[in-house]
Structure formats: structure tokens, C-alpha cells
């Protein structure tokens, strides 16, 4: 899906569902969906995410320090959650109506 849409816009796609997810799972999704394969890419969209966050439109509700290595060892990792001004932001990108 998404190749065409821009990485940020997909990234709110992914939070429409309205669940709650690790930083470290949606950076692997659109790795994979991408195919954006290198550490350089990974944290460039782990940074696209921060800023989604820093604009209001995902909401930070856990963290926890990577001590398995799953993103990148000793690394903060963060759950996000979509807020309601995402929700509109995402709308108003075409995404989907929700």
C-alpha cells in the first residue's frame, strides 16, 4: 500500500485505527511497505513520527527503554495513539473520512 503517498500521510493511516502502537512497529511497517532498508531511513522515520507527535496529531501514552534490541538496543522506545486533531488532519490529507 502507500508507495506513493507520502510517509508522514501514511504514517496517520496506520494510527486511524484507533489503537495504540509502538513507535518500533509502524517504523517497520513502512520500512517494509517502502522498502526503505538501512538504520539512516529507520530513524528518519521514527523522526517523521516524532514530529507528528511534536504537531499535536499522535499522543505519547508509554514508553520503555529497549532492552531486547527489537528497534534499537537501550533506545526510549514510545506508543502513540492518533488524537482527535490527527484524526481531522489525516481526514483533511485525503486519507480516509473518518
Known sequence: M??????????LELFLDGK???????????????NLRGNFQ??????DILELASGGMLKDVEQKVDEEGIYKKDFLLHKYIITDFGKVRGSDACLRYV
Request: no cysteine.
Open 2 to 11: 502507500g508507495k506513493n503517498r507520502p510517509i508522514k500521510f501514511r504514517i
Open 20 to 34: 495504540e502502537h509502538w513507535n518500533y512497529e509502524i517504523v517497520s511497517k513502512i520500512q517494509e511497505e517502502y
Open 42 to 47: 529507520r530513524d528518519s522515520i521514527n523522526f
